[in-house]
Each structure stands twice: as structure tokens, then as C-alpha cells.
């Protein structure tokens, strides 16, 4: 496609499941981003890909998240022990080489009950 | 990155023009200004960016001043599909995760009929 997708769209997870939340970047594209949306909040960082190299993992929010891009395309957000405050939209973004435009996803909404 | 104030929401007329404020007292003289806007259940998406020149492009035009210490976004006749909370957000162009975006709260905008 010729947008960033991200699967699923929306997640219903009892606390204490382990979700995984897929993006598949714009295809050449080398950077990826992943940030969580709270409610009512603006977006916020959580990690970022320089193709398959994690350069940057400050923002994820405890060692439950985990994320991955193997092949420098695909990205994966795995949360582990779901809880009720994982509770987001979980956005997803790239950006090709030598510009400094985001395009996001649409986002994968996770409840957690 | 620089931080940005912009008021909570807005409201204008459909048709009408939109002006959207946005301070950045402590910009550095590398960082640019971007505007992205979210509409509700979708990912953001880029409007527009500038260095220190005016800019426009078919979505909007971005006007900063001459000290750089604040700007504003002009949808020239807006339309119902504008409602959307707009992000103004400052920083460098390129370069790993420093090229992240770190949004605030932004400015919810209304257009009514």
C-alpha cells in the first residue's frame, strides 16, 4: 500500500495477556517511530528504528515493551502482562531518507480490562 | 527540542479563514517549525513546515515572524473535514531520533456551519 498500515486496528486484551501490535512501514523507508496516544493526550515517543537497529528505546514505558523490526521493513510492539494503564493508541510512523516528514498509521487501539 | 504553546482550542466559520497561533520563544536557530493535524480516530498527518521564510502549500500557509519566536497557520477557507487538533511542534530537521517529533497538547479546532 502506499501508506503506513498498522494491524490490528483495535485490540481487547484482558490484564495480564501479552498483545502484538504490527506496522508495515511506506516501503523503503528507513525510519520508524512507535508512540503511545493516551486519551485527550498528544502523542508520545516510545521508540525508534534506524532500518533494523533499535537506536532509541527511552520512551518505552517499562521493560514489559518490546519491540522489533528483524528485517528493517516490518516492526512489531509486543506488550507483555498487559495492564489497565497500557491502555492507548499505539501509532506508528516512518520517514525516508533524507526528509524530515512523518507519516503515520491510523493507529491500533488496545483496551485492556 | 523547543517548546511550544498554543491555545487549547479555536473555533471558526465554515469558509471562513483559520488562524492558528503558535509560540516558540526558545527556538534554536536549526530548528524548524511543523505543523501536523489529527483528525478524531486517525493517525496525524503533515500540513507544513518552515525554517524562517513564509511557506504554502496546497493544504495551508505557515507565516513566522521575523525573530522566529512564534508563528501562525492559515487554512484560507476552512471546511468542516478541517476539524482536527492541530500540533504545532519544533525541531531539527534530520538526524536519527533526533528527527522524533514531541508533540504537546495542541489546539482542537472546531469548524462549525
Known amino acids: 500500500g502506499a501508506g503506513v498500515s498498522q494491524s490490528p486496528r483495535y485490540k481487547v486484551a484482558k490484564r495480564g495477556q501479552d498483545v502484538a501490535l504490527r506496522c508495515d512501514p511506506i516501503?523503503?523507508?528507513?525510519?520508524l517511530f512507535w508512540y503511545q496516544q493516551a486519551l485527550g493526550q498528544g502523542p508520545e515517543f516510545l521508540t525508534y528504528?534506524?532500518?533494523?537497529?533499535?537506536?532509541?528505546k527511552s520512551g518505552l514505558p517499562s521493560d514489559r515493551f518490546f519491540a522489533e523490526r528483524p528485517e528493517g521493513s516490518v516492526s512489531t510492539l509486543k506488550i507483555q502482562r498487559t495492564q489497565q494503564e497500557d491502555s492507548a493508541v499505539y501509532l506508528c510512523?516512518?520517514?525516508?531518507f533524507g526528509t524530515g516528514e512523518l507519516f503515520f498509521g491510523e493507529g491500533s487501539r488496545l483496551t485492556v480490562l | 527540542d523547543a517548546k511550544t504553546t498554543q491555545p487549547p482550542s479555536m473555533d471558526c466559520a465554515e469558509g471562513r479563514a483559520a488562524n492558528l497561533p503558535c509560540n516558540h520563544s526558545?527556538?534554536?536557530?536549526?530548528?524548524?517549525v511543523y505543523w501536523y493535524r489529527q483528525i478524531h480516530s486517525q493517525g496525524p498527518q503533515y500540513i507544513i513546515h518552515?525554517?524562517?521564510n513564509n511557506e504554502t502549500n496546497e493544504m495551508a500557509s505557515l507565516i513566522i515572524t521575523e525573530d522566529r519566536k512564534s508563528s501562525t497557520l492559515i487554512l484560507p477557507h476552512a471546511t468542516l473535514r478541517d476539524t482536527a487538533v492541530y500540533y504545532c511542534?519544533?525541531?531539527?530537521?534530520?538526524?536519527?531520533?533526533?528527527?522524533?517529533?514531541?508533540f504537546g497538547k495542541g489546539t482542537k479546532l472546531s469548524v462549525k456551519p
Open positions: 510512523a516512518s520517514r525516508g
Open positions: 516501503s523503503g523507508h528507513v525510519s
Open positions: 528504528f534506524q532500518n533494523e537497529a533499535q537506536l532509541d
Open positions: 526558545t527556538i534554536s536557530g536549526n530548528e524548524y
Open positions: 518552515g525554517l524562517k
Open positions: 511542534i519544533v525541531r531539527v530537521n534530520y538526524g536519527g531520533s533526533q528527527g522524533n517529533l514531541i
